[in-house]
């Protein structure tokens, strides 16, 4: 059974902290992992990573994928309140025998950011 | 650009009713995935459709069935509804062809509460 687990489960930082979100994985039929941040119900797209050791950035956040090690790590930088939410972390599988994808995610890392 | 439109956004029934959510995918997407969040839980997908056909399922039961037509858009319907089941349930919706696949997304989610 493919399994998707997120630590920490919670995190309460400041303003200006920096984070490091952290997600490992045991799929069969890797294809991608995703990240996401879900502040309400939608759950937002941040990442999609396939291949290892290329690192993605979008402003202050970064992220990486490691397939050897079955893992990937999510960075904010200078944290700021809105960056407050759940961010979840998901790894799409290949059906197998079939080329339908579908996502396992972890529980999610709450993250509250304080003024 | 309409992003995936999911109604209604809540919803209340009692134990035994039947309930039917919607969603339209986002504009160029083709298949659409069907997902439950329970309240403090990532996301865990129920099944997924393309060409209106349910293509691969999760460990969800009978009750839960669904439905695509031919634009795309999707129905869930859940029978016998249980105390259980009450949710947030997303709808994601993807591009078949990897080419144009960039991620899934998602809906704002309908809020079931089953009384």
């Known amino acids: 059974e493919d399994k998707v687990v997120q630590s920490p489960l919670s995190l309460v930082v400041h303003e200006g902290d920096t984070v490091t979100l952290n997600c490992s994985y045991e799929?069969?039929?890797?294809?991608?992992l995703l990240w996401y941040k879900q502040e309400k119900k939608a759950p937002t797209f941040l990442f999609m990573l396939t291949s290892s050791g290329i690192e993605k950035k979008s402003g202050r956040l970064s992220s990486i994928l490691d397939k050897k090690e079955l893992f990937s790590i999510l960075n904010i930088t200078a944290t700021q309140t809105g960056d407050s939410a759940i961010y979840l972390c998901?790894?799409?599988?290949?059906?197998?025998?079939?080329?339908?994808?579908?996502?396992?995610f972890g529980q999610g890392t709450i993250l509250t950011v304080h003024p | 650009d309409a992003g995936v439109t999911q109604s209604p956004t809540h919803l209340i029934k009692t134990r035994g009713q039947q309930v039917t959510l919607r969603c339209s995918p986002k504009?160029?997407?083709?298949?659409v995935s069907w997902y439950q969040q329970a309240l403090g839980q990532g996301p865990q997908f129920i099944f997924q459709y393309y060409e209106e056909e349910e293509r691969q399922r999760g460990n969800f039961p009978d009750r839960f069935s669904g439905h695509q037509f031919p634009n795309y858009s999707s129905e869930l319907n859940v029978n016998a509804l249980l105390l259980g089941d009450s949710a947030l349930y997303l709808c994601a919706s993807s591009s078949r062809d990897r080419v144009k696949f960039y991620g899934y997304t998602f809906g704002s989610g309908t809020r079931l509460t089953v009384v």
């Open positions: 799929v069969t039929n890797f294809r991608s």
């Open positions: 504009s160029g997407h083709d298949t």
């Open positions: 998901a790894v799409e599988s290949r059906a197998g025998g079939t080329s339908y994808g579908k996502l396992t």
